[in-house]
């Protein structure tokens, strides 16, 4: 048995833990509360991980800024002497 999940994740708003329901998908409709609560945590831990990734990058991007700034700096302090 195979569970499509919408790649778009729902439910996400005001704070609120994701469940494996927000996802539009009616195959979860009825299945053992084991099997629920399985697919339940794993979306959760997914969705963790998605925003731990996105702030990762986030994090990344702003470090690279950060060493631009520096070098353009660094050079302008050179030119003019120091």
Do not use: T
């Not at 494996?20 to 339940?40: F, M, N, Q, T, W």
């Not at 925003?51 to 050079?75: C, F, N, P, T, V």
């Amino acid at each position: 048995m195979s569970i499509r999940l919408a790649p778009r994740v729902v439910g996400l708003r005001y704070g609120k833990p994701a469940r494996i329901e927000d996802v539009r998908s009616p195959a979860v409709k009825g299945l053992p509360d084991d099997i629920y609560h399985v697919l339940h945590y794993s979306f959760v831990d997914i969705v963790r991980m998605r925003r731990s990734i996105e702030s990762a990058d986030a994090i990344i991007d702003q470090s690279g800024e950060a060493i631009l700034e520096s070098w353009e700096m660094l050079k302008r302090i050179q030119g003019e002497g120091f």
